[in-house]
């Protein structure tokens, strides 16, 4: 199968039949994409992958999730789950 410039099979962008579509789609995936990159940053932090037993009663641990609306000059405004140590991180400095 071809794949275009993005490593996507050549016919991917067919599916979409409006530019509501497409946008809903980028935008969820930009969405995903930004909070598994917090959720990368927060592991880098801690030193431990989610659900790792080297986390387990090290008193540095995951704390839920916090909605987040950020508004972006670019894009479109994206409401992202922030981890709550990440929260606690910040409030800190």
Do not use: C
């Not at 993005?6 to 067919?14: H, I, S």
């Not at 599916?15 to 579509?21: A, G």
């Not at 917090?38 to 839920?64: A, F, I, T, V, W």
């Amino acid at each position: 199968m071809e794949e275009n410039k993005l490593g996507l099979p050549k016919d991917f962008f067919k599916q979409f039949k409006s530019k509501e579509q497409f946008q809903e789609f980028f935008q969820e995936m930009f969405k995903q994409g930004v909070n598994e990159m917090l959720q990368g940053e927060l592991d880098e932090h801690l030193g431990y992958e989610k659900h790792s037993p080297e986390g387990r009663g090290s008193g540095n641990s995951r704390n839920g999730f916090s909605s987040k609306k950020v508004k972006s000059e670019t894009l479109w405004d994206v409401v992202l789950s922030i981890p709550a140590t990440v929260i606690q991180a910040l409030n800190r400095s």
